[in-house]
């Protein structure tokens, strides 16, 4: 079975009140990132109609502080399918309500599990690719997988030649002691 993308995408909003912000009067990163999660939840659970967890998060980077009374919406995509995981895109922008100002202030990528009711992995829809952004997004997203494959084959303890890298550490805030 495969879906199209737009069946499952879902998009918030809410409000940042003073109670999200932290010491510095800006929104607390730690209450987006669980802003994203449900998100991320919410839009692989109605692809896959199963419960879902997550997995690992794809890099998060905050570009842009969001303030105390801006409006948050975060959207999110199935970006790509696997047997029983989805990559789920998440963007987040927030809009001064009073001069209606939109900046970008993250995107990641959250790697979902659909789960059956006993726990175990079940099989997900596929994804109806019906444009070249989405053949875009699962291209990238085969891409990533196989250079976090790379990265933990070459960094493995087992795998791992500290020669290969010592040239590399010269030129870094780190001093070596062995």
């Not at 995408?9 to 449900?38: C, R, W």
């Not at 596929?126 to 250079?147: K, N, T, V, W």
């Amino acid at each position: 079975m495969f879906k199209n993308i737009t069946d499952s995408q879902v998009t918030i909003t809410e409000l940042m009140l003073p109670a999200h912000s932290n010491f510095s009067g800006k929104i607390h990163g730690g209450y987006i990132l669980n802003l994203m999660d449900q998100i991320a939840f919410a839009c692989a659970s109605k692809h896959s109609r199963h419960y879902c967890v997550t997995a690992s998060v794809n890099r998060v980077d905050f570009l842009n502080p969001i303030e105390v009374g801006e409006l948050v919406t975060l959207k999110a995509s199935v970006n790509y399918t696997g047997r029983t995981s989805m990559v789920i895109g998440v963007r987040v922008e927030a809009e001064n309500i009073q001069t209606g100002e939109k900046k970008h202030c993250n995107s990641s990528y959250f790697t979902m599990v659909a789960k059956d009711d006993q726990g175990k992995n079940v099989k997900v829809p596929g994804l109806i690719l019906d444009s070249e952004q989405s053949i875009r997004r699962f291209s990238r997203s085969i891409a990533r997988q196989e250079q976090a494959k790379n990265r933990s084959t070459t960094f493995k303890s087992t795998e791992f030649k500290m020669d290969d890298h010592l040239e590399l550490l010269k030129n870094h805030n780190a001093q070596i002691a062995i």
